[in-house]
C-alpha cells in the first residue's frame, strides 16, 4: 500500500537544498536593471520626450502619437538590449490577479529575414480577447472585445524575456474591467480635491498623491506536503487537520532567526524583486510557524500596488524553484494566526512633505489638523465601504477571530493626539480669540509634539491605526490586491477634502476668516466623528458591546459586507467623483458575490470528497483492524481478561463508528443545502445562502474528522498532518 503523505514526507525532508550564489553583492548594482525607469528614460529618449511621460504620469496629460512612437522605440532598444524577445499589456482584471498575453517583436520581411519592431499603436492599445475574463455581465460575449491601454504612470518592466507594459482594461463601450482604472481615477479625485486644501496654506502646491507601504504575510509549506493535501492545492486552505500538539504557544517563531532554506528563498526572491525595482526591504518571520513577512519602502499608491501584485507572483514562483509552494491565503490552517496584508497609507505634495507629518510651524501644525480631522470624518461617513473593500470569503475567517482587526471600523490615533482633538473640541472659535496668542493669526492651534513618531504607544489590534505619520489599514487580507483598499481609501478622502471646501468657503462667503472657518469646520469634524475613534483593545468582547452603542458597524460576512456598496450613499461617492459609474459599481457589486458564491462551492465540494474518499475509507481501514485485533484477543484470552482488556479497543471501535455516522449525515445535509441553494436565482440570497446555510456545516464535520485522525493510525492517515505542513522547513 502506498500512502502519498509518506511519499511526500520522504521529499520534503530529503529535499536538497537550493544554493543560488550567483547574486552580485552589491543591491546598488543590479537594482532596478529589469525596468523602463527613469533614468533609462533619460538615457534612451529626448528631453522632450521625457518631460512627456513624467507629466503624463503625474498629471494625466495625454502623450501625443509622436511622443508615443519614440517611448515605443525607446523601449523597444532597451528590452532588445536586456535580451526580451516578447512583449505584454500587463492588467489587473477583476479576478484579482494578473493577465497577459505574450506577442513577439518578430515581423517577417520580403526578403525571407525577420526584423524586430514595436509600435506606438503596440504600446498604447492592444484588443485582448476579454471574453474569459468576470465583467459582472458589463460585457456580452458577441462584443467581447475589451481594450488594454498604457500607463505612463506605473513603469514597464522585463519578466521571463518579456517587456510587460502595464496598462488599465476596459471594455469596448468604456467600462473598466480591473483595478487599476478605478485607482488612477480615484487618485485623480484625490490630487484634485487636497491639493485644493493644501492652497489654503500655500499656493505653490501642484500635486497630491497617497503613499503606500504595504506588508505582505504569507506562508510557506513545502511542495510534497502541500501537494498530498487536495484542499489546499485547491482551495488555499486547509479544511481539516488538527491542530499540532505545538504551534505557535510559545511564541517562539515571531522575530526568531529565520531558517536557512527559507533564507535562501528569500535572498533569491529579493534579488528578482530588487532587479525588477521593488524595493522591498524588510523581511522576518511571523507569529504562525513558517509564516513570514516581507515589506518595501513605501511608494506613490499606483506604483506600490503594482509592486504588490508583482511580488505576489514572485513569491509563488521563486518559491517553487526552492520546492515552497506560497500560501496568499488569509487563513490556511485553523487555530493558528492567519495572513494579513497592512496598508501604510499617507498622503504626500509635490514638494515632498508627508501631510500626515505633524509639523514644527503653527501653520504646518494645522494643515496636519486638517487632514487628520478630514480623515477620522471619512472613515466615520464611509466606515462600511472600507469594510466592503476589505470583504472576501477567506478574510471572513480572519477579522474578528483575535488575531486580526474585528470587523468593526474603528480609528486609532494615540494618547497624545487624542487629547490635541479633545482640546479642540472644547475650545470654540470664540475662547481661543479670547486667548488669541498664536503667530500671525487669531487662531490657537494646539500645539502638537514633534516626538510623535518616536512615540511607542502603538495599538496593534486597530484596524485603522496611527503610526505617527501613516495610518496602518491592518484589516486587508494577504491575498487581495492593495488596490481595493487604496480606492476606497482614495476616494473616500477626495469625497470628504471637496466636502471640507464647501464647508469652508461657506463660511469665508459669510465673512469669516479662513483660518477661522478652516478651525471651526475641522472642530465640528472632530466632534462629529468622535465614535469612529477607538483606543482600547480592539479584540475585546467589550469592545463590540460599546461599538454597538456607539452605533458602529460590525458586519461579519461577505455578503452582508458587500450589501454597502449598493446603498444611493455608495453610489453617489463612487459617481460623482468620476470613479465608476453606477454601471461598473453594480457590475462590480455582482463579481464579488458571484466570487464568493463559488469559492465556498468549491470548498464545500473539497470538503466533501476528502471526508467520503479518504477520510472515511481510512478510518473504516483502521476500525477493520481493529475489530480483528478484538476478535483475536477473544480467541486467545480468557474471558474476563478479554473483558477487561477489550474494552478500550471497543470503545474506539463505536466511536470511529459514531464519527464516521456524523460526518456522512452532515455531509448529506450539507450536499442537500447547497442543492436548496443553486436553484435561487438572486444572487445576493443565493450568496447568503452560501454563507448561512451551507458553510455553517463545515465546523462540524471538520471537527469530527479531526477526532478521526487523532484515532487512526499514523501510518494510514492520507493528509499531510498540521506539525508536517507548519513545522517542516
Ligand atoms: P510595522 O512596525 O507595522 O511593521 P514599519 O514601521 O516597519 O511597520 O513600516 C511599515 C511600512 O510603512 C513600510 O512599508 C514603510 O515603507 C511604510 N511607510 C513608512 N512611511 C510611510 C508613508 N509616509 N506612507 C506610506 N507608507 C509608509
Ligand atoms: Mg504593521
Not at 492599445?125 to 472585445?145: H, K, L, V, W
Request: aromatic residues 10%; hydrophobic residues 40%.
Amino acid at each position: 500500500m502506498s500512502n502519498i503523505r509518506f511519499k511526500a514526507l520522504e521529499m520534503a525532508i530529503s529535499r536538497p537544498r537550493r544554493l543560488f550564489n550567483d547574486i552580485p553583492p552589491k543591491v546598488s548594482d543590479y537594482y532596478g536593471e529589469l525596468t523602463f525607469s527613469k533614468q533609462i528614460m533619460r538615457e534612451y529618449m529626448s528631453h522632450e520626450a521625457y518631460n512627456s511621460v513624467i507629466k503624463a504620469a503625474e498629471k494625466g496629460v495625454r502623450i501625443d502619437r509622436s511622443i508615443a512612437d519614440q517611448v515605443a522605440s525607446a523601449m523597444k532598444s532597451w528590452a532588445l538590449s536586456k535580451g526580451a524577445t516578447h512583449f505584454t499589456h500587463w492588467f489587473h482584471p477583476l479576478t484579482g490577479s494578473t493577465a497577459e498575453k505574450h506577442d513577439s517583436f518578430i515581423q517577417p520581411t520580403a526578403d525571407g529575414k525577420a526584423i524586430e519592431t514595436f509600435h506606438a499603436s503596440e504600446l498604447i492599445q492592444q484588443e485582448p480577447d476579454a471574453s474569459s475574463f468576470p465583467s459582472g455581465g458589463i460585457r456580452n460575449t458577441f462584443e467581447a472585445r475589451g481594450y488594454t491601454a498604457w500607463d505612463p504612470t506605473s513603469p514597464a518592466f522585463i519578466m521571463d524575456k518579456t517587456l510587460c507594459i502595464p496598462t488599465i482594461f476596459v471594455s469596448y463601450t468604456g467600462e473598466a474591467l480591473d483595478y487599476k482604472t478605478p485607482l488612477l481615477k480615484a487618485s485623480l479625485a484625490l490630487d484634485r480635491e487636497a491639493t485644493e486644501v493644501c492652497r489654503y496654506f500655500d499656493k505653490n502646491v501642484n500635486r497630491v498623491f497617497a503613499t503606500l507601504g504595504w506588508e505582505q504575510e504569507y506562508f510557506l509549506v513545502d511542495s510534497a506536503l502541500f501537494n498530498a493535501r487536495p484542499d489546499l492545492v485547491l482551495t488555499g486552505r486547509t479544511l481539516f487537520g488538527h491542530s499540532s500538539a505545538k504551534d505557535q504557544q510559545l511564541s517562539d517563531h515571531y522575530f526568531g532567526i529565520i531558517p536557512e532554506r527559507v533564507i535562501d528563498f528569500m535572498r533569491e526572491f529579493e534579488y528578482e524583486a530588487h532587479r525588477l525595482g521593488i524595493p522591498v526591504r524588510t523581511r522576518h518571520n511571523e507569529v504562525a510557524p513558517n509564516q513570514f513577512e516581507c515589506a518595501p519602502v513605501y511608494e506613490e499608491v499606483n506604483v506600490a500596488v503594482d509592486h504588490n501584485q508583482l511580488l505576489m507572483h514572485l513569491l509563488e514562483k521563486v518559491g517553487k524553484r526552492h520546492g515552497y509552494t506560497v500560501l496568499l491565503h488569509e487563513k490556511p490552517y485553523a487555530g493558528v494566526n492567519g495572513s494579513g496584508k497592512h496598508n501604510n497609507w499617507s498622503l504626500s505634495n509635490d514638494a515632498g512633505e508627508n501631510l500626515l507629518t505633524p509639523g514644527k510651524t503653527p501653520k504646518s501644525n494645522f494643515r496636519f489638523l486638517v487632514f487628520l480631522a478630514n480623515i477620522l470624518k471619512a472613515v466615520d461617513a464611509h466606515a462600511d465601504i472600507l469594510r466592503a473593500y476589505v470583504a472576501s470569503s477567506g478574510n471572513d475567517l480572519r477579522l474578528g477571530a483575535h488575531e486580526a482587526p474585528p470587523a468593526i471600523i474603528s480609528a486609532f490615533i494615540g494618547k497624545q493626539l487624542t487629547e490635541t482633538l479633545d482640546l479642540i473640541e472644547k475650545t470654540d472659535k470664540k475662547s481661543v480669540s479670547k486667548a488669541g496668542e498664536n503667530s500671525g493669526n487669531h487662531i490657537k492651534i494646539p500645539k502638537i509634539p514633534e516626538i510623535l513618531l518616536d512615540n511607542t504607544d502603538r495599538n496593534r489590534t486597530s484596524p485603522f491605526a496611527f503610526t505617527g505619520n501613516k495610518f496602518e489599514f491592518r484589516a486587508v487580507g494577504s491575498s487581495s490586491s492593495c488596490a481595493k483598499p487604496m480606492i476606497a481609501l482614495n476616494l473616500i478622502m477626495a469625497d470628504q477634502l471637496k466636502k471640507f471646501r464647501i464647508d469652508v468657503d461657506t463660511l469665508v462667503a459669510g465673512g469669516m476668516s479662513k483660518d477661522d472657518a478652516m478651525y471651526s469646520i475641522i472642530r465640528s469634524y472632530i466632534i462629529d466623528s468622535k465614535r469612529i475613534r477607538f483606543e482600547g483593545n480592539s479584540y475585546g468582547e467589550e469592545w463590540i458591546k460599546e461599538a454597538a452603542t456607539r452605533g458602529l458597524s460590525n458586519i461579519l460576512d461577505t455578503p452582508h459586507a458587500l450589501r454597502s456598496l449598493l446603498k444611493p450613499e455608495a453610489i453617489r461617492l463612487f459617481v460623482e467623483n468620476q470613479v465608476l459609474t453606477e454601471r461598473e459599481v453594480r457590475a462590480r457589486y455582482e463579481i464579488k458575490l458571484e466570487n464568493y458564491i463559488r469559492k465556498i462551492q468549491i470548498e464545500s465540494r473539497v470538503m466533501g470528497d476528502l471526508a467520503i474518499n479518504h477520510i472515511i475509507p481510512i478510518s473504516i481501514r483502521y476500525q477493520n483492524l481493529l475489530v480483528d485485533n478484538v476478535k483475536g484477543l477473544k480467541e486467545v484470552l480468557d474471558t474476563k481478561t478479554y473483558v477487561a482488556l477489550s474494552k478500550n479497543q471497543i470503545d474506539t471501535i463505536k466511536a470511529i463508528s459514531e464519527h464516521i455516522a456524523v460526518i456522512r449525515d452532515q455531509i448529506q445535509k450539507m450536499v442537500e443545502a447547497r442543492k436548496a441553494a443553486n436553484k435561487i436565482e438572486d444572487p445576493e440570497a443565493l450568496a447568503i445562502a452560501y454563507q448561512a446555510k451551507v458553510l455553517p456545516f463545515f465546523g462540524e464535520i471538520r471537527y469530527h474528522a479531526d477526532k478521526l485522525e487523532l484515532m487512526v493510525d499514523n501510518e494510514l492517515w492520507p493528509l499531510s498532518k498540521y506539525r508536517e505542513l507548519l513545522f517542516i522547513r
